[in-house]
């Protein structure tokens, strides 16, 4: 057997390659950098089709190589990435050194996460690097392979198929407590015991969030722009007990089994906050990568009500980046234990 699995792997290799080296099957490759290893790893590709990535271009805001030092051309800079991905219909994109920060490279990668895309990168100070298996290389220079983002996966299916199921059987189980609620939210405020509002989800797409009213806001611009209620002095005890308790939060179940939501992820805010936010802190855009959750990391440790934002979107972006189903599963247990604690806001 062992011999056996050589030889079949060896026969498997050798025919790739050939129809690597043939170009009937070559990736159309991006390099972000057009500097000095950005330039060798574009000539090199071209030199050694056997690894199947057919360079198309450079992008960089400040090139450092001349036109005629180009192996391929310069097609722009960092912001025309998402548009260069679709046109060229590149399949994989190498960051050798780009003279964008790395700060704002972060950001910029990210712009790969929705499209079918491989992100390779050049690691720092490469020359002394050691090459693992789990690393790539093209012709001695090594490349690290960025993990697929957890929301291209097939376990983010089922993540899917959870929600339905969880929130179809709570609505069903929890019918007659949200039934006593909505009665108990008559009698203290009078007619609409929902409250709906506009938030910000899945690709900063708006939906209709709900929740049982626990006070009822003097206009729309009150609704729009008050950071929080948690200390206001018109919150009767109904509506004190509610939010304590964050069974104000179950109407949103509807808001799951409908697709707005999901139970574990990012919470939602609203437009104007979402603005103010985004202007403030780099990284609060990319929270709206997933759907927004019923709960989430950042919440079961802490971070709501009048929290620190730039914790908040850390946090968030954290969870997104290191999903796994077993994580919600964390979330939703520490979650339970925080309304039974009445730790709601």
């Not at 290799?13 to 043939?22: I, N």
């Not at 001349?66 to 991905?85: C, I, Y």
């Not at 972060?106 to 992100?119: A, G, M, N």
């Not at 090594?142 to 969880?166: G, Q």
């Amino acid at each position: 057997m062992a011999v056996g699995v050589v030889v079949l792997r060896a026969i498997a290799y050798t025919v790739v390659r050939r129809f690597r080296a043939r170009g009937w099957v070559a990736h159309p490759t991006l390099l972000l950098g057009a500097g000095q290893v950005g330039g060798q790893i574009a000539s090199l590709l071209l030199a050694h089709p056997s690894y199947g990535l057919r360079p198309v271009g450079f992008l960089d805001n400040d090139p450092l190589l001349r036109p005629d030092q180009r192996p391929v051309p310069l097609l722009g800079g960092s912001e025309a990435l998402s548009s260069v991905l679709v046109e060229f219909g590149v399949r994989d994109v190498v960051v050798a050194f780009s003279s964008v920060p790395g700060s704002e490279m972060v950001d910029i990668i990210r712009t790969c996460d929705r499209l079918d895309v491989e992100i390779f990168f050049v690691p720092r100070l490469f020359e002394l690097h050691n090459t693992s298996r789990e690393m790539d290389q093209v012709w001695g220079v090594p490349l690290v392979r960025l993990p697929r983002a957890a929301f291209r996966s097939l376990s983010w299916k089922l993540k899917r198929v959870f929600d339905v199921i969880a929130s179809g059987l709570a609505l069903l189980v929890l019918s007659p407590v949200m039934i006593a609620l909505a009665l108990a939210v008559r009698l203290e405020g009078g007619p609409g015991v929902l409250f709906r509002q506009e938030r910000v989800g899945l690709d900063g797409r708006p939906f209709e969030l709900l929740k049982f009213r626990s006070l009822r806001p003097v206009d729309d611009s009150e609704s729009a722009t008050l950071w929080t209620i948690a200390h206001d002095d018109r919150l009767g005890p109904v509506g004190r007990f509610i939010r304590s308790t964050s069974l104000d939060e179950l109407p949103q179940l509807w808001n799951i089994l409908r697709g707005d939501m999901t139970v574990v992820g990012p919470r939602p805010e609203r437009p104007a906050f979402v603005a103010a936010f985004s202007s403030s802190y780099p990284r609060y855009t990319a929270r709206h990568r997933v759907p927004a959750g019923l709960t989430g990391w950042a919440q079961i440790h802490g971070l709501r009500g009048d929290t620190s934002i730039e914790d908040r979107a850390r946090f968030d972006n954290y969870y997104i980046e290191n999903w796994s189903l077993w994580l919600d599963l964390k979330i939703i247990l520490r979650t339970v234990l925080a309304v039974l604690r009445r730790a709601g806001g």
